[in-house]
Structure formats: C-alpha cells, structure tokens
T-cell receptor, first 115, second 118 residues
Framework: AQSVTQPDIHITVSEGASLELRCNYSYGATPYLFWYVQSPGQGLQLLLKYFSGDTLVQGIKGFEAEFKRSQSSFNLRKPSVHWSDAAEYFCAVGAVKAAGNKLTFGGGTRVLVKP | DTGVSQDPRHKITKRGQNVTFRCDPISEHNRLYWYRQTLGQGPEFLTYFQNEAQLEKSRLLSDRFSAERPKGSFSTLEIQRTEQGDSAMYLC????????????????FGPGTRLTVL
C-alpha cells in the first residue's frame, strides 16, 4: 500500500527567507508525486507534479521540488517566501498503473509566515 | 468558471438526518473522485467514477454512504443517518483519463463541502 509522510506539522518562516517542506513516500513501483496547497476554507490547488524525467520540477508561485528515488523523497522548496504563501501544503502520491490512480495524501504541513 | 464546483459549500445538520452533496466536474473530465478531509488531516480517498461507473470504493465508505454519477457528468454523495464522526470537508476532484497521452492523473479539486453534524 502506498503512504506519504510529512514529518513537519508546522513550520514558521520569516518573509523573504527560504522554505523547504519535507515529503517521504512509500510505494512499490514508479510513483506519480504531487504537491498541493490549501488556503483556509478552500480546496486544493496543484503546485507541481512529477511523472518521470528531470527530477527537479518547477511549479507555480516560484515553487520547485526534487524527486530523490534513493531517499523516497519529494521535498518542496521556495527560495524566498511571501506572506501569501501562508497555507497548508500537502504532498501526495498516485500510482502509475493502478486503476483509478487515486491519490494518497500526507498529513500536511502548515506554513506560517512572519513579517 | 470552468473549474470543479460543489454544492452546498457548508451544511449543518442534526445527527440522524440524511444529507446529499453535489459535485460538477470539469466538463470534459471522465473521472470523478470523492475525498474526505477531517480537521488537521490530509484528504482521504472515498470513491471514484469513470464516466458513470463506480470503479472503486474505500473501506472508509460505510453502508451509510452512497455515491452516484448517473449520466457520467455530475455526481452526488449521500450520507444517511449522519453521525458526529461524519463531520468533515468533503472534496470532489476530476481528471481526464486519456489513453493516448500520459496525463499523470492530474486531479483538479473543487472548494469542498464542509459538513457539521450536531
């Protein structure tokens, strides 16, 4: 069974500082990997995704993530955080060949941005 | 707006009542998913449809829950005899299953229906 772990429940970062959110997954084959962001009371917005190829993927809002197969990780980074980045971030894994390709999400990391 | 829409956005009900939620996916999407998100947790898969066929149901979906997608377009999720433990955000997502190209199961989510059971 696939699973996702986001070790950090909360992260506080100063505006302008860099941000890194950790994600570790467990899946027996080639995964699809995603990062979503959720603002309070809102649905999920896709930031970026990894299917294959270049292990460093660029997303929206200046985010990037690096897939490291040897570490089963897909960490999200942003060089300089803006106050509007305060939200909850979810890492998710989807099976490449399983029927339906349902997503399995981590527990989320809530990011607080200090002025 | 051509995104996924859900109705209602909020529902407050008393324990034991039945509730029904609606999801309208992106028009050309043939797959539709339901997820449940409880406070402080990530979304959990409930069920999904490909066109009108319900192809998978999670064990989280007790016999009080039923979902339909009768014409392969919008979907409804009904909860009978609601319990306080059903209080959660119910998220709908849709995607396009395209055999010709790798779409990577990019799912587009709606804003969710927040259910509160008193």
């Amino acid at each position: 069974a696939q699973s996702v772990t986001q070790p950090d429940i909360h992260i506080t970062v100063s505006e302008g500082a860099s941000l890194e959110l950790r994600c570790n997954y467990s899946y027996g084959a080639t995964p699809y990997l995603f990062w979503y962001v959720q603002s309070p009371g809102q649905g999920l917005q896709l930031l970026l995704k990894y299917f294959s190829g270049d292990t460093l993927v660029q997303g929206i809002k200046g985010f990037e993530a690096e897939f490291k197969r040897s570490q089963s990780s897909f960490n999200l980074r942003k060089p300089s955080v803006h106050w509007s980045d305060a939200a909850e971030y979810f890492c998710a894994v989807g099976a490449v060949k399983a029927a339906g390709n349902k997503l399995t999400f981590g527990g989320g990391t809530r990011v607080l941005v200090k002025p | 707006d051509t995104g996924v829409s859900q109705d209602p956005r909020h529902k407050i009900t008393k324990r034991g009542q039945n509730v029904t939620f609606r999801c309208d996916p992106i028009s050309e999407h043939n797959r539709l998913y339901w997820y449940r998100q409880t406070l402080g947790q990530g979304p959990e898969f409930l069920t999904y449809f490909q066109n009108e066929a319900q192809l998978e149901k999670s064990r989280l979906l007790s016999d009080r829950f039923s979902a339909e997608r009768p014409k392969g377009s919008f979907s409804t999720l009904e909860i009978q005899r609601t319990e306080q433990g059903d209080s959660a955000m119910y998220l709908c997502a849709s995607s396009l299953r395209d055999r010709g190209r790798v779409k990577g199961n990019e799912q587009f989510f709606g804003p969710g229906t927040r259910l509160t059971v008193l």
